[in-house]
């Protein structure tokens, strides 16, 4: 069975954002039995783990003999077997790769910009001076996700891992009214987010995270 690293617990602002629910979401969307192993710090740090995840990050996957890391790859590794995800036809298959590489590296690295910014530095001068241009930049990416979707329901033909990937990367912007204000950007991961596979994914990791606080507060209480 595969097995997936998760954190057993984060703070409020980062629930239902970490990088573990974009394969969660895949593997339900493909219909694929999983296990999950929920890691501490001490975990992150361990030799062990290092070796499986370089960087300490989540998520990693282990898939019998394969063992992979980075959410992009993972979701590529089980879109491989999943026709919901990447189409079978090469053509469409292509695209849905493209998108999901743009969702990483066109759209994601300003949105994440500005979430450090918002997150983390909210209180220096430098993120004050920087924001309105990370700002300005996101909108213009955004501006053009909205136009090339116009009144597509997604970005290509029907819903794949690029969609997945895109609207993942949109939900790291729901401490601000951007994509709120751009209603067709809205909509669409809108109806991405109502997808049962995604409502399941995001139930999960959220369930672990409240399990975790559980046990802390009885311990605490003991």
Same mark, same amino acid.
């Given at each position: #069975? *595969?097995?997936?690293?998760?954190?057993?617990?984060?703070?409020?602002?980062?629930?239902?954002?970490?990088?573990?629910?974009?394969?969660?979401?895949?593997?339900?969307?493909?219909?694929? @039995?999983?296990?999950?192993?929920?890691?501490?710090?001490?975990?992150?740090?361990?030799?062990?783990?290092?070796?499986?995840?370089?960087?300490?990050?989540?998520?990693?996957?282990?898939?019998?003999?394969?063992?992979?890391?980075?959410?992009?790859? *993972?979701?590529? !590794? *089980?879109?491989? /077997?999943?026709?919901?995800?990447?189409?079978?036809?090469?053509?469409?298959?292509?695209?849905?790769?493209?998108?999901?590489?743009?969702?990483?590296?066109?759209?994601?690295? @300003?949105?994440?910009?500005?979430?450090?910014?918002?997150?983390? !530095? +909210?209180? &220096?001068?430098?993120?004050?001076?920087?924001?309105?241009?990370?700002?300005?930049?996101?909108?213009?990416?955004?501006?053009?996700?909205?136009?090339?979707?116009?009144?597509?329901?997604?970005?290509?033909? /029907? %819903?794949?891992?690029?969609?997945?990937?895109?609207?993942?990367?949109?939900? *790291?912007? /729901? !401490?601000?009214?951007?994509?709120?204000? #751009?209603?067709?950007?809205?909509?669409?991961?809108?109806?991405?987010?109502?997808? @049962? +596979?995604?409502? &399941?994914?995001?139930?999960?990791?959220?369930?672990? %995270?409240?399990?975790?606080?559980?046990?802390?507060?009885? /311990?605490?209480?003991?």
């Amino acid at each position: #069975m *595969i097995t997936l690293t998760a954190l057993a617990w984060v703070p409020p602002f980062a629930q239902g954002l970490v990088r573990d629910l974009r394969v969660r979401w895949a593997l339900e969307e493909a219909g694929v @039995p999983y296990g999950v192993r929920l890691l501490d710090a001490a975990d992150q740090s361990s030799a062990e783990y290092r070796r499986l995840q370089p960087f300490g990050q989540v998520p990693a996957l282990c898939d019998g003999d394969i063992e992979l890391f980075e959410s992009g790859a *993972i979701v590529l !590794h *089980i879109g491989a /077997r999943s026709e919901v995800l990447l189409p079978t036809d090469p053509d469409q298959r292509t695209r849905a790769v493209t998108w999901l590489l743009a969702a990483l590296n066109t759209v994601e690295v @300003p949105v994440q910009q500005l979430a450090a910014i918002d997150l983390f !530095h +909210a209180t &220096k001068e430098w993120s004050r001076q920087r924001r309105p241009e990370v700002e300005a930049s996101v909108r213009n990416r955004l501006a053009d996700l909205e136009a090339w979707l116009g009144d597509r329901d997604y970005l290509e033909q /029907r %819903f794949t891992a690029g969609d997945l990937m895109m609207t993942s990367v949109l939900r *790291i912007l /729901r !401490h601000t009214d951007i994509v709120a204000r #751009m209603p067709t950007l809205a909509a669409y991961q809108a109806r991405c987010e109502a997808r @049962p +596979a995604f409502q &399941k994914a995001l139930a999960d990791q959220m369930a672990a %995270f409240a399990a975790t606080e559980a046990e802390r507060e009885q /311990r605490g209480a003991a």
